[in-house]
């Protein structure tokens, strides 16, 4: 199950539109940097370890730098698997003296089988993130580039 609040999306699909706009109409321009902060790759990325991440801890974006399919993988905050859950332990405090004695005492296992059974969240871990999609933009005429640069300028985000 994947829990998406409606307004989010909308939100999402705005800076979808504006970043496409920024791309047709040349807004984003390259910065001139010092080059301290700035990777850059001869050759668009592959795989998607390879590709420049984008974004601002609520949207983010993996940019492949393709020059005639372009592919941009998106994801926004509330797009995860899971349902909302709230992961306080209500008796996790009662227990914290006696585990920390446990512990002060050199008796792991004891208090490793109390932590699990009282102190843990359940579940426990967090649900995972998952991509909100592949934006793929395609480049009539720009198959074959010449003095191919990506980059991204960690100091501007550019």
């Not at 370890?49 to 974006?61: F, W």
């Not at 934006?135 to 300028?153: E, V, W």
């Amino acid at each position: 199950m994947m829990y998406i609040h409606k307004t989010k999306i909308m939100l999402t699909v705005f800076i979808v539109l504006l970043l496409l706009t920024a791309i047709q109409t040349g807004w984003c321009q390259q910065a001139a940097s010092d080059g301290k902060w700035m990777l850059w790759y001869p050759k668009p990325a592959e795989k998607w370890v390879e590709a420049l991440p984008i974004g601002n801890g609520i949207m983010g974006a993996m940019v492949f730098g393709k020059t005639d399919v372009e592919r941009i993988q998106f994801n926004e905050d509330s797009l995860w698997t899971g349902q909302p859950c709230d992961y306080q332990n209500p008796g996790a405090a009662e227990v914290l003296p006696q585990l920390r004695q446990l512990l002060f005492d050199g008796k792991q296992a004891e208090a490793e089988k109390l932590a699990m059974e009282h102190f843990m969240s359940n579940p426990m871990r967090q649900a995972f993130y998952q991509p909100f999609g592949d934006l793929k933009l395609t480049f009539d005429g720009h198959q074959n580039p010449t003095d191919y640069r990506r980059s991204l300028d960690l100091r501007d985000a550019i």
